[in-house]
């Protein structure tokens, strides 16, 4: 196999794949099978962060591959929407937008979005808007973040695939399973050519032990606080480029310049408050447990 785009998948695979409903699709909409923007950002993000080839794109593949039976090609699709079951392609970001706040409006907050199938409710801070949640680009990247994260804490690429799934030690086994078998179609190599360490970690050993469990649940929290903190990073000197290319077209630069002076200071301060907290947290406890050792003893 060349590349992703001239993929040729198993029958078993796309079979598998094409569990996604279809049928809110507009049929007079031409399906851009080319313009696979999850693809290229999947590629582009695996390039930047030393990912193995074609792992992010195959986990996109495993959550949204949408199988073109003309050209027998697969492609993650961007404007998916699962909740409670099989998920929905969507033709374009805004239907997928507008699905997503229906949802949202009959109180349902168990919702995938994107390329990488985000869930709303166990990662809320993951995304500004909906419509940053449905932009390939940062979907893909706080997937990236998310994937870089559950590597770091379990040592092991195809063990941070399979906890990126679910909290499930079974549903991740067959996560891993499913993951694997994309992964190596679209490398066109073979299972022993691929980076397959396990975890070194023993608590990965029996999949169903409840240690086993208890590190999957914190392997996936530190993930998601590491995820969550890029993102914000991201969107904020997203604004703050923005900030400034509007305030050097002002005619009030200087006065621009004072206020971004004053907020950056504002934000020092607040920041040195917030760091605080831990330390005064830490010293609190260490007094109550010295107090409960020896009552009568006053606080110091």
Same mark, same amino acid.
């Given at each position: 196999?060349?590349?992703?785009?001239?993929?040729?998948?198993?029958?078993?695979?796309?079979?598998?794949?094409?569990?996604? #409903?279809?049928?809110?699709?507009?049929?007079?909409?031409?399906?851009?099978?080319? #313009?696979?923007? !999850?693809?290229?950002? $999947?590629?582009?993000?695996?390039?930047?962060?030393?990912?193995?080839?074609?792992?992010?794109? *195959?986990?996109? =593949?495993?959550?949204?591959?949408?199988?073109?039976?003309? @050209?027998?090609?697969?492609?993650?699709?961007?404007?998916?929407?699962?909740?409670?079951?099989?998920?929905?392609?969507?033709?374009?970001?805004?239907?997928?937008?507008?699905?997503?706040? @229906?949802?949202? *409006?009959?109180?349902?907050?168990?919702?995938?979005?994107? !390329?990488?199938?985000?869930?709303?409710?166990?990662?809320?801070?993951?995304?500004?808007?909906?419509?940053?949640?449905?932009?390939?680009?940062?979907?893909?990247?706080?997937?990236? #973040?998310?994937?870089?994260? =559950?590597?770091?804490?379990?040592?092991?690429?195809?063990?941070?695939?399979?906890?990126?799934?679910?909290?499930?030690?079974? =549903?991740?086994?067959?996560?891993?399973?499913?993951?694997?078998?994309?992964?190596?179609?679209?490398?066109?190599? *073979?299972?022993?050519?691929?980076?397959?360490?396990?975890?070194?970690?023993?608590?990965?050993?029996?999949?169903?032990?409840?240690?086993?469990?208890?590190?999957?649940?914190?392997?996936?929290?530190?993930?998601?606080?590491?995820?969550?903190? *890029?993102?914000?990073?991201?969107?904020?000197?997203?604004?703050?480029?923005?900030?400034?290319?509007?305030?050097?077209?002002?005619?009030?630069?200087?006065?621009?310049?004072?206020?971004?002076?004053?907020?950056?200071?504002?934000?020092?301060?607040?920041?040195?408050?917030?760091?605080?907290?831990?330390?005064?947290?830490?010293?609190?406890?260490?007094? =109550?447990?010295?107090?409960? @050792?020896?009552?009568?003893? $006053?606080?110091?």
């Amino acid at each position: 196999m060349k590349t992703f785009m001239k993929l040729m998948v198993t029958g078993l695979l796309a079979v598998s794949l094409l569990s996604v #409903n279809t049928t809110h699709s507009n049929a007079k909409q031409p399906v851009d099978f080319q #313009n696979n923007s !999850c693809h290229a950002a $999947a590629r582009s993000h695996e390039r930047a962060a030393a990912i193995p080839r074609n792992l992010l794109t *195959s986990i996109a =593949l495993a959550e949204t591959g949408r199988w073109n039976a003309q @050209k027998k090609e697969m492609f993650a699709w961007p404007w998916t929407v699962t909740s409670g079951g099989a998920g929905t392609y969507y033709p374009t970001r805004q239907d997928a937008i507008d699905a997503v706040q @229906k949802l949202q *409006s009959r109180g349902v907050t168990n919702i995938d979005v994107g !390329c990488m199938q985000i869930n709303l409710q166990y990662h809320p801070n993951a995304f500004a808007s909906l419509d940053q949640a449905f932009d390939p680009v940062l979907n893909v990247e706080y997937a990236k #973040n998310f994937l870089l994260g =559950l590597q770091k804490s379990t040592g092991s690429w195809i063990q941070a695939a399979a906890n990126y799934h679910s909290t499930s030690p079974q =549903l991740n086994l067959n996560y891993r399973t499913k993951v694997l078998r994309i992964w190596r179609e679209v490398s066109g190599v *073979s299972l022993a050519r691929l980076p397959l360490n396990p975890s070194p970690s023993p608590a990965y050993a029996d999949p169903e032990a409840r240690v086993a469990q208890t590190a999957l649940l914190n392997s996936r929290f530190r993930a998601r606080l590491d995820a969550e903190g *890029s993102a914000q990073k991201h969107v904020k000197a997203r604004d703050q480029m923005q900030a400034w290319r509007q305030a050097r077209t002002s005619p009030n630069l200087l006065g621009h310049t004072a206020a971004l002076r004053r907020a950056k200071m504002l934000q020092k301060q607040q920041s040195e408050l917030e760091n605080l907290k831990p330390s005064f947290a830490q010293k609190r406890r260490q007094q =109550l447990n010295k107090w409960r @050792k020896n009552p009568h003893t $006053a606080f110091r």
